[in-house]
């Protein structure tokens, strides 16, 4: 078995089309709170609507079938797989954070879903009440004093900052691509990971359609806010421009 991260580049770059869609179903309304640092809003504009136009045209589609043939029970137990690998990320994280009870309660809830939950498929841990803490390795940057920088969109990335963009290629490599020696399976299971997020999407995305005037000033201040909150576990400073 051997670890294959040219793949896990490719895979990362499919894995991120769903980050848009993320930002517009998880975010706050914009104007609350967080000031965007965005000068090349021009270029990030661009890439917005070509991240847009892929989502319409390809991801969306294909998330549309994929939820119409799997039954809601298969999906969860897809959600509840990759989620126990973002888990086991989020401990390494903790660690790294000095955050010592969060990084416990992280791996207990590993080791319980991968040995109860039947490699993840199941996700006792929630049941029994042990809580997610959710960190990524820009958090973790963000958490010893590495400045956001300016808000960038990059094409098939999606929404990011100066910061988060250093820290993706380790967030988004991680997962279970890293334990096969096959390149379709490296490759393959990012993809599922994508289009099982999107389906799960599917309704939060076309409500904003209908509701958002400006999708890139929702998208781009809500991504803005969600970060510094996560940075700041909840509890940011007054923001201002780096």
């Not at 929630?126 to 959710?134: C, F, I, K």
């Not at 309704?203 to 000033?217: E, M, P, R």
Request: proline content about 6%; aromatic content about 8%.
């Amino acid at each position: 078995m051997r670890f294959q991260f040219p793949s896990g580049l490719r895979a990362m770059a499919c894995a991120s089309l769903v980050l848009v869609v993320q930002g517009c179903a998880s975010t706050p309304a914009p104007g609350s709170g967080a000031q965007a640092n965005d000068p090349i809003e021009g270029f990030n504009r661009s890439m917005f609507a070509f991240n847009e136009t892929v989502d319409e045209n390809v991801l969306k589609p294909v998330a549309t079938g994929y939820k119409a043939v799997l039954p809601s029970i298969a999906r969860t137990g897809v959600t509840n797989f990759y989620n126990n690998f973002d888990d086991a990320w989020s401990a390494v994280n903790s660690l790294l954070q000095l955050k010592l009870e969060a990084a416990a309660s992280n791996t207990m809830r590993v080791v319980m879903n991968t040995t109860l939950g039947i490699g993840g498929l199941f996700d006792w841990a929630t049941e029994l009440r042990l809580q997610r803490h959710s960190e990524d390795f820009g958090q973790t940057l963000g958490h010893w004093g590495v400045g956001e920088g300016p808000y960038v969109v990059w094409p098939l990335l999606g929404p990011s900052t100066a910061r988060d963009s250093v820290a993706l290629p380790l967030d988004l490599a991680v997962g279970p691509q890293l334990f096969v020696d096959n390149t379709a399976l490296s490759i393959g299971l990012p993809v599922l990971n994508v289009i099982n997020t999107r389906a799960n999407l599917l309704d939060a995305s076309a409500l904003l359609d209908d509701i958002v005037l400006d999708k890139y000033i929702f998208v781009r201040d809500g991504f803005l806010q969600r970060r510094r909150n996560q940075v700041y576990d909840g509890n940011p400073p007054e923001a201002t421009k780096n």
